[in-house]
C-alpha cells in the first residue's frame, strides 16, 4: 500500500529531474590521500551529497606536480615525484578534467574538498602560512565564481584559499583553540585574519555561510571527532551551496 501510494510523487520526481536539470558543480581535487593531497572522505561525501542533491558534477584538478608524495602508513615523504591530476582521478574513477578547462560559464557552483593537498598543490599555505600564494588557476576561477556571484564551498583546510584571494570574505575552520586536541589544527583561524579574512567560529556538523561573497565553509576533519559528524557536516554545505545556486531540484 505505501509503495503504492507512493508511486505518483516518485514517477512525478522522476519527471521533473528530467525536464528541470539540477545545478552543475564543478569539484576541484588536489590529489589523493590526506598527508598530500584530497582526503578522500571528503571528497566522496561531498559527492554523494550532491548526486543526493539531484546536481550534475565535474571534477577537476590542476596537471601539476605535488609539492611532494608522503607514504601514509609512515606518515613521512616517500621520495617520489606524483601528479596532481593524475592522482586526482583515482578518486574521480578516471572522469575528471583538467583544471584549464573549468569555465565559470559552465557551471552554476564550485567546490574544494580539504585535504593537505589543498594547502601544498594548490597553494603553499602549508609552508608560507599567511604569506601562501595560491595556483594561478585556482585564483583564476575563485575570482570567477565570485565576480559571476556564484556559490564557492570549501571544507578543511580550503578555506585558507579564498581567504587569500577574496579579502575580507568569512568562512570557519572550527574553533579558535585546540582545546585538549579535538581541533589541532586552531591556529588556522588566526592566519585566515592574518590574510586580511574573517574568521567565524562553527561546529564540525554544520556549514558557515557568507551571504555578502556567496562562500560555504564547513570545519570537516578541522576535527577530530566521529565520521558521520563530519559527513552530516559536509551535507550542510553541499545544500547550502546547492540553495544558493536558485536552482532546484526534487
Same mark, same amino acid.
Given at each position: 500500500m505505501l509503495s503504492? /501510494?507512493?508511486?505518483? @510523487?516518485?514517477? *512525478?520526481?522522476? @519527471?521533473? /529531474? $528530467?525536464?528541470?536539470?539540477?545545478?552543475?558543480?564543478? #569539484?576541484?581535487?588536489s590529489g589523493c590521500g590526506v598527508y598530500d593531497g584530497t582526503e578522500i572522505h571528503?571528497? /566522496?561525501?561531498?559527492?554523494?551529497? +550532491? /548526486?543526493?542533491g539531484g546536481a550534475e558534477f565535474q571534477v577537476f584538478a590542476p596537471d601539476v606536480s605535488q609539492m611532494h608524495v608522503v607514504d601514509h602508513v609512515k606518515?613521512?615523504? $616517500?621520495?617520489?615525484?606524483?601528479? #596532481?591530476?593524475?592522482?586526482? &582521478?583515482?578518486?574521480?574513477r578516471g572522469k575528471i578534467l583538467d583544471l584549464a578547462r573549468l569555465t565559470v560559464q559552465e557551471h552554476d557552483a564550485i567546490i574544494f574538498p580539504g585535504g593537505f593537498g589543498a594547502a601544498k598543490n594548490l597553494s603553499n599555505f602549508?609552508?608560507? !602560512?599567511?604569506?601562501?600564494? #595560491?595556483?594561478?588557476d585556482i585564483e583564476r576561477v575563485i575570482t570567477e565564481f565570485h565576480k559571476a556571484r556564484k556559490p564557492i564551498g570549501l571544507?578543511?583546510?580550503?578555506?585558507? +584559499? &579564498?581567504?587569500?584571494?577574496?579579502?575580507?570574505?568569512?568562512?570557519?575552520?572550527?574553533?579558535?583553540?585546540?582545546?585538549? !586536541?579535538?581541533?589541532?589544527?586552531?591556529g588556522t583561524a588566526a592566519a585566515i585574519i592574518a590574510m586580511g579574512g574573517k574568521h567565524a567560529v562553527g561546529e564540525v556538523d554544520c556549514a558557515h555561510v557568507d551571504s555578502e561573497n556567496n562562500v560555504v565553509s564547513t570545519p570537516a576533519f578541522m576535527c577530530e571527532t566521529e565520521l558521520?559528524?563530519? *559527513?552530516?557536516?559536509i551535507g550542510a554545505m553541499v545544500q547550502q551551496v546547492l540553495k544558493l545556486t536558485g536552482k532546484r531540484s526534487c
Open positions: 503504492r /501510494s507512493l508511486s505518483p @510523487f516518485l514517477r *512525478f520526481c522522476r @519527471f521533473s /529531474s $528530467a525536464a528541470t536539470p539540477g545545478p552543475k558543480v564543478a #569539484v576541484v581535487l571528503e571528497a /566522496s561525501a561531498i559527492l554523494v551529497h +550532491l /548526486s543526493r606518515g613521512e615523504p $616517500a621520495g617520489e615525484k606524483r601528479n #596532481v591530476l593524475v592522482e586526482s &582521478a583515482r578518486i574521480a602549508a609552508v608560507e !602560512g599567511k604569506d601562501c600564494q #595560491v595556483i594561478p571544507c578543511c583546510i580550503a578555506p585558507v +584559499l &579564498a581567504a587569500k584571494v577574496l579579502p575580507g570574505v568569512e568562512v570557519t575552520v572550527g574553533h579558535e583553540d585546540e582545546e585538549d !586536541g579535538k581541533w589541532p589544527y586552531a558521520h559528524h563530519i *559527513f552530516d557536516g
